[in-house]
């Protein structure tokens, strides 16, 4: 029985926003003394401009990078996801840098030409100069701008305890408001004086900033430690040809990451940075077909759920089933996105994978092939319609709402969405799915941090919110699918049918850095509408079906779904 399974799923968590500014603590820093000092750092090297202007945010991210030493050969070609950036702009490179390193998100137009709030500042800032903004343990008073379920307090209550702002007035920060050069320059100056500079100088500039508190003075020592053993490893051991920089300091950063045991806040080198953005589909989409997740106990690769009429379907692969070699190459303790890029390969390759079912170990020959993703397919049985969604994909709602405004008609009884193996995905594409059989502004999920509970509700009238309907799960049912199971049992919209769900209700942020190595960390966690956790602890059917597989289980729906008619 498979207890615990790591799924590699597609939901990433990427927080966007806007914010104020900074009358920020004049008599500690002058103007004149801002200015010069960056234009000394050539931060600035503009030598005339108006400081009253309003900052951009291609230029703010410029200049950030320039005010921590980043400064980069302007006539390199970076990669740039943006296409509003070329390559002949100054701030080009600077804006692909920061990309990398996951302060600005991804998406067609970066907008460098946009007026910057504060908030946008802080956020791109305090990521850059890696100021970490942690969630608890600080006490801050709630401003119009700034109520108590708001994200973004973390990050406000962060910059008003360092100093660098201060409130617009008694009941607003001013988090709306764009910032002008001149403040941005007094902004970027404080942070560098709070983050380079040593204790002296801050009793020098007069701000106020404890540094010698407990848990500084124990981060110190233990760093003081990580430095020496550092030293004595290029010193003194015996093997100094065998050691590696790199390999030093990816062990490191990965050894600190896995004693969290969070099995879904992880650090990937390069190459395994690369093989996690493949198999979010972000290359190519050549392979056998089939959702693959990892038991965390064993260490074992095991097959999630073949996708319809794919290679591994009709190789004959089930549920279940043990991936123990692929191409003779073992899997077992892989993470699962490593794994991956051993089972992937060209439309036309063959895969031979060496499959543990149950007491039986066969070897079963994959010939690869492009991969036609859908995530909906449908079909009636004795009047019910039957919607399996496979994964909450891109395509998901259009594929779904054209099913439902097709196939339903007034002879239809009701449907039975099969979301058995289906391994979560995008968020919205759970809400939106909810949206047809909820009443509008109905809560879907519910998003906590340690300082937030932010509900997400549908935004329009459920069109088929009177149609019965039946919602099958799984042991492999995950994310978004017990999203959507858990609303539709919270507002007691449906019968919930078969196995208790995966348990994955934590949220992922993914952070690209500069050298190719990438970061998921997890940032929040997702709870029913009611509230109840859905992490580690799944959703538990109202009717428990043991025989998942095959037919049977949906004629146990049509069968309950007829007794309430």
């Known amino acids: 029985m498979i207890k615990k399974i790591f799924l590699s799923l597609l939901t990433l968590f990427l927080l966007v926003g806007n914010f104020n500014l900074l009358q920020a603590n004049e008599e500690a820093v002058s103007q004149n003394e801002a200015l010069i000092f960056l234009k000394e750092n050539k931060v600035i090297e503009d030598n005339e401009f108006n400081t009253n202007a309003l900052m951009e945010k291609g230029t703010f991210v410029m200049w950030t990078l320039k005010n921590r030493n980043v400064f980069l050969n ?32 991804t998406s ?23 100021i970490p903004t942690p969630r608890i343990g600080f006490k801050i008073k709630s401003y119009q701008d700034l109520p108590k379920d708001n994200i973004y307090r973390a990050i406000a209550a962060k910059a008003l305890q360092m100093r660098i702002i201060t409130p617009k007035n008694e009941r607003e920060i001013g988090l709306q408001e764009l910032l002008t050069k001149q403040q941005a320059i007094n902004l970027l100056y404080k942070i560098h004086l709070t983050t380079h500079e040593d204790e002296n100088i801050y009793q020098q500039k007069n701000i106020n900033i404890k540094i010698n508190n407990p848990q500084k ?58 093989n996690f953005f493949r198999s979010l589909g972000q290359g190519d989409l050549e392979g056998i077909g089939a959702q693959v997740g990892t038991d965390i106990e064993s260490g074992n690769v095991l097959i999630i759920a073949p ?54 170990i066969m070897e079963i020959t994959v010939i690869r092939q492009k991969i036609e993703f859908h995530s909906v397919f449908s079909r009636f049985k004795e009047n019910f319609l039957i919607i399996e969604v496979t994964h909450f994909g891109v395509d998901t709602k259009e594929m779904f709402s054209k099913t439902l405004y097709e196939k339903v008609s007034k002879n239809t009884k009701g449907i039975i969405i099969d979301l058995r193996g289906n391994p979560g995905g995008f968020l919205e594409s759970s809400v939106e799915l909810l949206s047809f059989f909820l009443p509008q502004n109905s809560v879907a999920v519910v998003t906590e941090t340690p300082i937030s509970s932010v509900p997400k509700k549908t935004e329009k009238e ?74 580690k602890v799944g959703i538990k059917p109202d009717i428990e079906f043991k025989n998942t597989q095959g037919d049977e289980i949906i004629e146990k729906a049509i069968k309950e779904l007829k007794k309430n008619q």
Request: proline share 5%.
């Open 108 to 130: 067609e137009k970066f907008y460098p030409l946009n007026k910057i709030t504060l908030l946008e500042a802080l956020q791109i800032l305090f990521h850059l100069e890696g």
């Open 74 to 105: 302007e006539n390199r070609k970076y990669l740039e996801p943006f296409l509003d950036i070329g390559q002949p702009q100054k701030i080009a490179p600077y804006v692909a840098k920061a990309w990398m390193m996951g302060a600005v998100p």
């Open 307 to 360: 996708l319809k009429n794919s290679p591994a379907e009709k190789a004959g692969l089930l549920p279940g089933d043990i991936i123990l070699k692929a191409n003779n190459v073992p899997l077992q303790g892989m993470i699962i996105d490593e794994a991956i890029s051993h089972i992937k390969g060209p439309a036309g390759s063959e895969v031979k994978l060496k499959i543990k079912r149950e007491d039986s």
């Open 217 to 274: 003075i124990k981060k110190k020592e233990n760093e003081d430690i990580f430095d020496e053993v550092w030293k004595m490893l290029h010193n003194r051991y015996l093997y100094t040809e065998k050691i590696s920089d790199e390999k030093l300091m990816e062990k490191a950063i990965t050894g600190m990451v896995e004693s969290l045991e969070d099995p879904y806040t992880v650090f990937f080198t390069q190459k395994e940075s690369e």
């Open 462 to 535: 459920g069109e088929f919110q009177d149609l019965p309907i039946a919602v099958l799960i799984d042991e492999f049912s995950a994310s978004a699918s017990e999203i959507f199971a858990g609303a539709i049992q919270d507002h007691k919209r449906g019968i919930i049918i078969g196995k208790k769900s995966f348990g994955k209700g934590t949220v992922q942020e993914l952070i690209r850095f500069y050298n190719g190595s990438s970061f998921k960390l997890t940032v929040a966690q997702w709870k029913t509408p009611l509230k109840r956790a859905i992490d």
